[in-house]
């Protein structure tokens, strides 16, 4: 299975941005979709967005859209969430995450493989 790992994390002041990066291993990084989760202290894991293997098929929480942007570099095996507008809400641990569903998927049992995880931080 592919192996993950997210960059990119870290503190950031509300109203500001990150971008997030998620590494994988393999040469088969293209034909997985990929995704993004999050999970809060006390708090369920919370889907994100996600993003099919072309990376022409993108779909996004409730809480976050208009404000984060996935996308995919094939080419680089990396998957990126630009975060912009950030609120103290959006204070989480992020979770890339790959499936073998080729599509975009938010139902987190479709994901195989997950990264460590990268904290993120929003002051207010």
């Known amino acids: 299975q592919v192996q993950l790992v997210e960059s990119g994390g870290g503190l950031v002041q509300a109203g500001g941005s990150l971008r997030l990066s998620c590494a994988a291993s393999?040469?088969?990084?293209?034909?997985?979709?990929m995704g993004w989760f999050r999970q809060a202290p006390g708090k369920e894991r919370e889907f994100v967005a996600a993003?099919?293997?072309?990376?022409?098929?993108?779909r996004y929480g409730d809480s976050v859209k208009g404000r984060f942007t996935i996308s995919r570099d094939n080419a680089k095996n990396t998957m990126y969430l630009q975060m912009n507008s950030l609120k103290p809400e959006d204070t989480a641990v992020y979770y890339c995450?790959?499936?073998?569903?080729?599509?975009?998927?938010?139902?987190?049992?479709?994901?195989?493989?997950w990264g460590q995880g990268t904290q993120v931080t929003v002051s207010s």
């Open positions: 993003i099919g293997g072309s990376g022409g098929n993108t």
């Open positions: 995450a790959a499936s073998t569903y080729y599509g975009s998927s938010s139902d987190p049992h479709d994901f195989v493989s």
């Open positions: 393999g040469r088969t990084f293209s034909t997985y979709g």
